[in-house]
Nanobody, 124 residues
Framework: QVELVESGGGLVQPGGSLRLSCEIS????????IGWFRQPPGRAREGVSC????????DWLDSVKGRFAISRDMAKKMVWLQMNSLKPEDTGVYYCAAGRGTIVPGCVRHYPYWGRGTRVFVSS
């Protein structure tokens, strides 16, 4: 019953922007935290950002600070990742994930619920 669905990925030129969406169902969001993760080709998955609906705490990957932003709508059960000034190293499969409770630094806590991901290609 719990489902997370990402959308909005695609091909974009360096310096461009994309907005990724995560639609969530089956959870009481005020009890949960949401994380955005990405897996670049040939590299390990890394946390991009995470935040808690309950307490508002958030953390960001250093390389995306100032370029990416998260917005959310609890009533609509939607989370968006706005990505600006994209670089080739931002290429990868982006996932949203959910877990009960608050975040931890680096977004390295366990997230039991995951979407299937959406692919982002930053290339000229």
């Amino acid at each position: 019953q719990v489902e997370l669905v990402e959308s909005g990925g695609g091909l974009v030129q360096p310096g461009g922007s994309l907005r990724l969406s995560c639609e969530i169902s089956g959870l009481t969001l005020d009890d949960y935290s949401i994380g955005w993760f990405r897996q670049p080709p040939g590299r390990a998955r890394e946390g991009v950002s995470c935040f808690s609906f309950s307490d508002g705490n958030a953390d960001w990957l250093d390389s995306v600070k100032g370029r990416f932003a998260i917005s959310r709508d609890m009533a609509k059960k939607m989370v968006w990742l706005q990505m600006n000034s994209l670089k080739p190293e931002d290429t990868g499969v982006y996932y949203c994930a959910a877990g009960r409770g608050t975040i931890v630094p680096g977004c390295v806590r366990h997230y039991p619920y995951w979407g299937r991901g959406t692919r982002v290609f930053v290339s000229s």
